[in-house]
């Protein structure tokens, strides 16, 4: 450990943060946390100031997905934690490792009615891995450290640590850890059941493995083509709350229904599988996961159907399942070649789609002509974030880094990921496909991108209504019972010109592309703003 010679709280949170390797803290100012800021002036560490707290952590969410470092969102306490705080379930089901640091009353103070007293920790406890309150400037380090490791070590996801005003000012002589205690503590899968899996892979007719949300990074992605080519079994991932009619998967649904050997690898038997009656009931079920308590649910929805499991995080058990399978020579699999072709089908009718509305674009021709744009650079960036308009985006669009919404089915992070998003890869385009429900929940967002000069594209399919409920509405009640799901056309482009970003509006179909290329040619934060047909998102069958 170093031992600088005189520090407060805040100057060993700072300190040790940059230890760990963090550049970059997404926050707003707030009493609390002045300290802070104070110990972050001249330091190296850059404060990326926005104008909500949830707004910062899906900053941190989006850093950390897709360049695979912790993300830090730093928020003052009360009202600023309790902001915050809904935007950690999103990050806690796309498996994202960030640290939430909430200032919080002095410790000296609670229970005698402190400014902005809450029970910040036991608020965010079900959706944190863990969360606690520092209790002296002499622990701030070592918890610093505790939070960063416990973020990135088996399954990933969010963690909570409060810092009290008077251990962030208290004077303390503590030293700052190693770099090693930041790092992610592998829980390695045995060598021996990796064989069994795999052997077990190469034995069925119809096998399949499955991944979660933290194997749907770009460099996730490379672990689970590894495993694919060495195995010839189909690696699929699952991030989406629409479970099996995920719309980017294609015509996944019908596949997995013929599915007779499963390895779940970090992927929970939830609601998107159908609690497991989405696959066979005659399929063998295999399951590793980092936590045991996952294994324990399975067991209770699949009985005797769940076979061999084992504790390992997902990414030690990819590269252990693919060691032990390059050891063979996989066999040529048609079922993997079926496999592929289903994922990637698309109804051809979608080639012909437009809208009978004048003045309105089909998603799918709002959605195609963006693919030049990712395809343009190796490491472009897809947000996609909204209700149907989201599933016509991922149904339509491929990138090498995606970020969505994930598996909490929670909208209205799209313009803070976009943000975070060219801050993570400054030098590749970054198109965030949203809808005009979703992007007016971060709209001054906007605001944030101009003040720190970030250029990235935002694509708002408009049509001016929340789509997703009207279709359950109208499914499930009738066109009579539409009811509290209107909204009006407004222009989003003219709103974002407004807070310094270039807009423009676009009704027609055979504009749009050059639309965008003006939005990515102009270095402003863009908004163009779409009017669409709002139709059901797309369920896929071939």
């Not at 499955?210 to 699952?238: F, K, N, S, W, Y």
Request: glycine letters at 8%.
């Amino acid at each position: 450990m170093t031992h600088p010679s005189s520090q407060r709280g805040a100057d060993a949170l700072i300190q040790s943060l940059r230890a760990a390797g963090v550049r970059r803290i997404f926050t707003l100012s707030g009493n609390h946390i002045m300290p802070v800021f104070d110990a972050a002036y001249g330091s190296g560490i850059e404060l990326v100031h926005t104008r909500h707290e949830a707004s910062a952590v899906h900053m941190a969410d989006a850093w950390s997905r897709i360049t695979g470092q912790v993300g830090i969102a730093l928020v003052t306490g009360g009202p600023g934690h309790a902001n915050a705080v809904a935007a950690l379930y999103t990050a806690q089901m796309a498996e994202a490792p960030i640290v939430l640091l909430s200032g919080h009353a002095p410790n000296d103070q609670i229970g005698q009615g402190a400014f902005q007293e809450m029970r910040q920790a036991e608020m965010a406890a079900p959706v944190c891995k863990a969360a606690w309150v520092c209790a002296h400037a002499d622990d701030v380090a070592a918890d610093v450290a505790r939070a960063i490791r416990l973020a990135l070590s088996g399954r990933p996801g969010p963690v909570h640590l409060s810092l009290p005003t008077d251990v962030l000012e208290a004077a303390t002589s503590a030293g700052v850890p190693e770099a090693g205690a930041f790092s992610a503590e592998p829980v390695p899968l045995d060598a021996a059941v990796a064989a069994d899996l795999v052997q077990r892979l190469a034995q069925a007719k119809h096998p399949m493995v499955l991944v979660g949300p933290a194997c749907m990074t770009h460099a996730a992605r490379a672990l689970t083509d590894a495993l694919e080519q060495a195995t010839g079994v189909p690696v699929i991932g699952m991030e989406s709350p629409r479970g099996v009619g995920d719309a980017s998967l294609g015509a996944f649904a019908q596949l997995l229904a013929r599915v007779d050997c499963l390895v779940l690898v970090g992927k929970r038997l939830d609601f998107t599988l159908k609690f497991g009656t989405a696959f066979p009931a005659a399929a063998q079920v295999h399951q590793v996961d980092a936590e045991a308590a996952e294994i324990e649910r399975s067991r209770r929805a699949l009985g005797e159907r769940l076979q061999v499991t084992a504790q390992a995080d997902a990414w030690s058990a990819l590269r252990a399942l693919t060691q032990e399978a390059q050891a063979h020579q996989p066999s040529a699999s048609d079922w993997l070649t079926e496999a592929r072709s289903a994922i990637d089908y698309r109804p051809a009718a979608w080639d012909n789609a437009t809208s009978l509305l004048p003045g309105r674009l089909h998603p799918v021709q709002m959605l195609r002509p963006l693919q030049a744009v990712l395809d343009s650079h190796p490491e472009s960036v897809l947000v996609c974030d909204g209700g149907e308009i989201g599933q016509w985006a991922m149904a339509c669009l491929r990138a090498p880094h995606r970020v969505n919404n994930g598996v909490a089915g929670a909208i209205g992070a799209g313009l803070p990921y976009a943000l975070a998003a060219r801050f993570a890869r400054p030098e590749a385009p970054v198109v965030a496909v949203m809808g005009d429900g979703t992007v007016g929940f971060h709209i001054a967002e906007f605001d944030t991108a101009v003040r720190h000069g970030l250029h990235f594209v935002v694509v708002v399919g408009n049509d001016a209504r929340w789509n997703a409920e009207y279709q359950i509405q109208l499914r499930d009640y009738g066109v009579e019972r539409l009811v509290g799901c209107e909204l009006r056309p407004l222009r989003y482009d003219t709103v974002a010109q407004a807070f310094g970003a270039h807009g423009e509006g676009v009704t027609d179909a055979a504009a749009l592309p050059q639309a965008v290329q003006r939005a990515l040619a102009n270095g402003l934060p863009a908004c163009v703003n779409v009017m669409i047909e709002g139709v059901p998102a797309p369920l896929i069958k071939r």
